[in-house]
């Protein structure tokens, strides 16, 4: 039996102080690497990153194959490149960089509106809509009704319709056919068709209580590369007189951001 001066070590055990420094300190080497790496497009050599980092040589080519190993890096011709794990990071970064600035700008507008923004894109036969801004003054829809099988009852859904080619929407009302959501709601199929194809392109499109019951909506188009795309308000039905006005102002703002805002509202 082990005595308490020679019981063996848990290997559970958290790490000393000592050893918990050196894991630190491996890790921002490895990043200073990395760091060092993304800086050089046609790749670097080891002896070049130990320079340019200041971790020495040894330590450089251990942590070196270890990113390697993992993916983080891949190594051509005794050069180093960022690998497919390092440069999925770094997808994934931009992807929500481009997020946040679409919920910033969603924010500006439903602050100086004083309405909930929607943005939404029609991407790979479905309706999505990408993000929502309110505040509880001001909230938005709720969803009682699953967006994406009544997009002939909404203004986001009527607005991204009317901005298919004709065999594509048909497609779309195949899977999704005309059903009535409320009293108020579009009749059929042909009626939803008639009333698109008289959707002027740069008008915004309305609906009132179509989808839920005391509320308006309103749905501007916009070019998301080669999807449709729409920002939208909603505003409750005894304000129905500010949905035209919210709506011009919403497109005008969005008109003059558009061009900053070209990359993130492809997220």
């Keep these: 039996m082990a005595t308490a001066d020679t019981a063996p070590a848990d290997p559970y055990a958290p790490p000393t102080p000592r050893h918990n420094a050196t894991l630190i300190g491996s890790v921002q080497r490895a990043m200073r690497l990395l760091e060092a790496v993304a800086e050089h497009e046609h790749g ?14 040894p330590t450089t080519y251990h942590l070196l194959r270890t990113l390697v190993h993992e993916s983080y890096l891949r190594r051509e011709k005794g050069l180093f490149f960022l690998g497919e794990a390092a440069e ?3 997808s994934s970064g931009a992807q929500q960089k481009r997020r946040s600035t679409v919920n910033a ?4 507008w439903r602050d100086s509106i004083g309405v909930p923004v929607y943005y939404a894109i029609y991407r790979d036969g479905e309706i999505e809509v990408m993000c929502v801004s309110d505040t509880p003054g001001n909230p938005a829809v709720e969803e009682w009704a699953d967006f994406r099988e009544t997009g002939h009852a909404h203004a986001i859904g009527q607005c991204l319709l009317s901005q298919l080619d004709e065999n594509t929407r048909r497609d779309h009302l195949d899977r ?14 042909r009626a939803l068709l008639q009333r698109l194809e008289r959707t002027s392109r740069m008008e915004p499109v309305t609906e009132r209580q179509e989808y839920a019951l005391g509320t308006v909506c309103a749905a501007i188009p916009i070019t998301v590369g080669d999807s449709a795309g ?10 129905a007189d500010r949905l035209l006005p919210a709506a011009r102002q919403l497109q005008s703002e969005v008109g003059r951001a558009l061009g900053s805002l070209a990359i993130s509202i492809s997220i």
Excluded: C, F
């Design 44 to 57: 670097a050599p080891a002896k070049q990153l130990a320079r340019e980092t200041g971790v020495a040589l």
């Design 88 to 90: 999925r990071l770094s």
């Design 105 to 108: 700008a969603l924010a500006r």
């Design 176 to 189: 999704y056919p005309v059903q009535s959501i409320t009293p108020y709601t579009v009749r059929d199929g």
């Design 230 to 239: 729409t920002m939208a308000i909603s505003l409750p039905s005894h304000q």
